[in-house]
């Protein structure tokens, strides 16, 4: 089996390349001892399986990030059989520093020259066998990932270079004498050293008059090899004027600018792509900010209101038609009045599944981020905050964090380590908190469709706007207060080019990022509902009845939420349903839901008996409503643009009724019933505004311990439980003060 290595910059297709290359073949997971992500792939060519790696994405193999020495300790200890160097074809000086960096080790690599469509189209010609010539005859093949191009002469090529056990001479480029004679006397005190043995002599030289902490770190057992190294660092900056680190770096871009100078062909004029017109528009310093709010604003109505008719059609599907069967299976075992049908319809069933309802939102939301990753828009949203983000005292790089923290909170948080100084990650961690992550969607969704019908995406997207904002205000006060007087640095970040999305990309991005939202709800939120269904079912004295036969405020689970309850008197929903639910939220926020739906199951189950149906009325009842969901989904998403145009108060455009459905009362959900006897509209939106600013889940604050410390992690809880609360508060009795 053959182990091979993705290497390559950001935003150079790599990504794209791993999944043509590997399909469905492939697995996630955290690198031994680290939590970036470690991505593997398995293909098989000519009767030959590969194991594909991709490696973090880096622009060298300095130890500045822990994606670089993951990168480079893969290469140097784990020995792959070769390393695939992806590059930019449209940027070719710069990728190649990394690539001449990877070949000084003295692997085996394949160049695939990615992108070579963008390249076309700004009018650059590569000579790849120049190319190849110039690095010494490594293999070369021209790719376009996304459209599936050369990927068989790269599988070819691979098996070809791996078949040959011989590693290459590592590439060495021209450097001032005063260098090489220094390179030369490290490396004999190195090759000394049984401890050094893993690492390439040479290489090794090279990093450490590089001045890389890590290796430095790692030779201050070698007294002699400390002091040649002070030694000759001394020597080289007077001998030159300038330190190694320079003088190598120099002499590797002039070694890159020789190669390219005879292989690229650039036109004389600049072309300006299409990329570049877009640009002027859509990264324009005025209207730059009001079109990724509209974007964003686009996002919110898909994922609340056009994904609403397949929510319901879930809704009804597990809450109704599976439980039915299942009740009725029971009863047939002779279960259905035992603690068993209980805990399998009312706390399984119930909270699993009164969570699982919401996957059609979550697609709608992946699906939208997706396309935005994969079309390059995502970047020039970071590119576009940058000039509010050095308002607020955070680098422009913190964006990007930050919109990883509307998935989830726990990679945003891990995301900062991107940054290059504490302030920055700290402050960004500790903000990231408030972006409204995929967890706390199906609450605003729920709670929007209860009691604002139509207008539940407009509460979607106050809610990511309120959290927004509140991220701003925090940061501004931790600037003025904690880093005061600390300048910010200035943000230079690539730009890719934007292309049309790849399906079977954004395809993988949304069913991944939704799988393992269902795995969560297999793992934590299955165990917070037998925890919650358990807690609902013990009484908490005697004499309110024996387990299974209590009423849930009776319980052990409503007593002691109804000691909480009282706190939030003055935020509108005092009941312990609430105070309860916010509790195991702490868990997951999409515990908040299934704690809810297990808490007014009996309640619910009362608003409405169904008739008795068959299998068969049931199952053509499920087609039924499957076709109007559709319907209704085609239906939602052209309301979208009546509905933003008829915020203005004097417009009112006629929206789409392909049902004739515009007259009836919206019907509402068992849940949704049974919310609205307890939460009125205003307590309603005091309620989703503390679930967006709390304590974040258990894995963010655990993530925020693990990067920051515990103390930082006790003043974020501390904090975020004092700004929800307040704000909470705020929001319901200015309400009531303004008569609503």
């Not at 990877?102 to 695939?112: D, K, N």
């Not at 011989?166 to 005063?178: E, G, H, I, Y």
């Not at 995301?415 to 903000?431: Q, W």
Request: hydrophobic letters at 50%.
């Amino acid at each position: 089996m053959l182990t091979i290595a993705l290497a390559g910059n950001p935003n150079a297709g790599k990504s794209t390349l791993f999944n043509a290359l590997t399909g469905s073949r492939q697995h996630v997971g955290n690198w031994p001892g680290k939590t970036v992500e470690k991505k593997e792939g398995q293909l098989l060519v000519d009767g030959q399986e590969v194991v594909l790696v991709d490696l973090p994405g880096t622009y060298s193999l300095n130890a500045y990030s822990l994606e670089e020495v993951i990168a480079r300790n893969f290469i140097i200890e784990d020995r792959p059989d070769a390393v695939v160097c992806v590059v930019d074809s449209a940027n070719l000086e710069r990728n190649l520093y990394l690539v001449v960096q990877i070949m000084e080790i003295g692997v085996p690599v394949v160049l695939a020259l990615n992108m070579q469509d963008v390249a076309h189209s700004r009018g650059i010609t590569i000579h790849k066998d120049r190319i190849s010539e110039g690095l010494g005859g490594i293999p070369v093949i021209e790719t376009v990932g996304n459209r599936d191009v050369g990927l068989d002469d790269l599988r070819r090529a691979i098996v070809r270079l791996s078949a040959n056990p011989r590693r290459p001479n590592a590439l060495r480029v021209s450097l001032p004498d005063a260098l090489e004679t220094h390179i030369a006397d490290l490396r004999r005190i190195i090759e000394a050293d049984p401890s050094l043995q893993a690492y390439p002599g040479e290489w090794l030289a090279l990093k450490l008059l590089e001045n890389d902490p890590e290796l430095v770190e790692r030779i201050q057992h070698n007294p002699a090899l400390v002091s040649a190294l002070e030694s000759a660092a001394a020597h080289i900056l007077e001998a030159t004027g300038d330190d190694a680190d320079t003088l190598i770096a120099d002499g590797r871009y002039q070694f890159i600018n020789a190669v390219v100078r005879t292989a690229v062909q650039r036109p004389k004029q600049s072309v300006v792509t299409r990329s570049d017109q877009l640009d002027r528009v859509l990264t324009h310093r005025l209207w730059g900010v009001p079109i990724f709010l509209s974007l964003m604003w686009l996002v919110f109505q898909i994922t609340a209101n056009v994904s609403a008719p397949l929510l319901d059609f879930t809704d009804g599907l597990i809450n109704g038609t599976l439980a039915h069967w299942l009740t009725v299976l029971l009863n047939t075992l002779g279960l259905g009045d035992t603690w068993i049908k209980a805990l399998l319809v009312d706390g399984i069933m119930a909270g699993v599944g009164g969570v699982l309802v919401f996957v059609p939102v979550l697609l709608s939301l992946y699906l939208a981020i997706a396309l935005l990753e994969d079309s390059g828009y995502m970047a020039r949203a970071a590119f576009v905050m940058d000039r509010l983000m050095s308002r607020i005292g955070l680098h422009g790089k913190s964006f990007l964090p930050l919109l990883v923290g509307f998935g989830c909170t726990v990679p945003a948080i891990y995301a900062t380590r991107t940054l290059e100084n504490a302030r920055d990650r700290k402050l960004t961690g500790f903000i990231a908190t408030f972006m409204s992550c995929g967890a706390r969607l199906p609450v605003y969704v729920l709670f929007g469709a209860a009691f604002f019908g139509a207008q539940g995406g407009t509460l979607v997207f106050a809610m990511y706007m309120l959290g927004i904002g509140m991220a701003v205000l925090t940061s501004l006060l931790f600037t003025k207060l904690v880093y005061r007087g600390k300048p910010v640095p200035p943000f230079v970040m690539e730009l890719p080019p934007y292309r049309l999305p790849n399906l079977k990309t954004v395809w993988r991005s949304m069913t991944e990022r939704t799988i393992s939202f269902v795995r969560k709800a297999g793992t934590v939120i299955f165990a917070a509902s037998l925890a919650v269904w358990l807690l609902l079912a013990i009484p908490a004295r005697a004499d309110v009845g024996g387990f299974n036969e209590v009423s849930p405020a009776d319980s052990l689970f409503g007593t002691v939420s109804r000691v909480i309850a009282p706190v939030f008197a003055p935020a509108g929903y005092d009941t312990w349903q609430a105070s309860g639910a916010l509790v195991t939220g702490f868990l997951a926020k999409e515990v908040i839901v299934s704690t809810m739906t297990q808490i007014y199951a009996v309640e619910a189950a009362a608003v409405e008996q169904a008739a008795p149906t068959t299998f068969v009325e049931d199952v053509t009842a499920v087609g039924q409503s499957f076709a109007e969901a559709v319907i209704l989904t085609a239906q939602e998403f052209i309301n979208i643009v009546p509905r933003t145009v008829n915020i203005i108060p004097v417009v009112q455009m006629p929206e789409a009724d392909f049902l004739g459905r515009a007259g009836q009362e919206e019907d509402l959900t068992a849940l949704e019933h049974a919310l609205t006897q307890t939460f009125t509209p205003l307590s309603a939106l005091a309620f989703t505004v503390f679930i967006l600013l709390y304590v974040p889940c258990m894995s963010a604050t655990a993530a925020m311990r693990h990067e920051f410390g515990t103390r930082w992690m006790l003043l974020q809880v501390a904090y975020t439980l004092v700004v929800a609360w307040g704000s909470s508060v705020l929001v319901y009795q200015a309400g009531r003060l303004l008569g609503f």
